[in-house]
């Protein structure tokens, strides 16, 4: 009888950490069922790594003017932000600036006071206009910046002074700070 009365007991505790296993289930059944209708109301999130993608262009002039337009890519250019920046890319010479307070214009041809001049191999461009993310097009500016190759480079001559450009915004704003932040 005494056998008995231990088989009792042992299936009592079995029967007793199966009923804490339930509650702690039931808990957290209660707890995710209050988080859900909060998760249905905020909007899909972007599938990562699409969200910074960039539309095709057929010119570097079109990339970079759509980019420093992008509220994410020129995050921190404001109204009173003034630049001139000079391109030489695909035989053509030309200039993408913004006046204080004015919006960002590009023209063809030599810009008359520009901040920074910068060459850019035909190669190298048909690459960048590939890059479809930020980041993408990031890592390639940097990758021929620092690794000029025979046909594929980016050559950066600044024209101002740095630390003057850096107090008119090329420290803070992540367009302007990859296009002249490599020569500094």
């Known amino acids: 009888m005494s056998r008995f009365f231990k ?8 029967g007793e950490e199966t009923a804490a296993v339930t509650k702690e289930e039931a808990v957290t059944e209660t707890d995710t069922s209050k988080d859900e209708p909060a998760a249905t109301e905020v909007s899909e999130p972007v599938p990562e790594g699409r969200g910074d993608t960039i539309p095709y262009h ?8 759509y980019m420093l337009n992008d509220s994410k890519m020129a995050d921190g250019l404001e109204g009173t932000h003034a630049f001139e920046l000079e391109f030489m890319a695909m035989g053509e010479r030309f200039w993408i600036g913004k006046a204080a307070l004015g919006e960002i214009e590009t023209k063809v041809g030599k810009a008359a006071d520009e901040d920074a001049h910068i060459r850019i191999s035909n190669d190298a461009v048909s690459e960048l206009l590939t890059a479809a993310t930020f980041s993408t097009f990031s890592e390639l500016y940097l990758q021929y910046y620092k690794t000029s190759d025979a046909g594929k480079f980016i050559k950066i001559e600044a024209r101002k002074p740095i630390s ?15 296009l002249i932040g490599a020569a500094r």
């Open 164 to 178: 003057d450009m850096n107090r008119r915004g090329y420290a803070r704003v992540p367009v302007l700070k990859l």
């Open 58 to 65: 057929d010119s570097i002039q079109d990339r970079l003017v």
């Open 7 to 14: 088989r009792k007991k042992k299936d009592d505790k079995i």
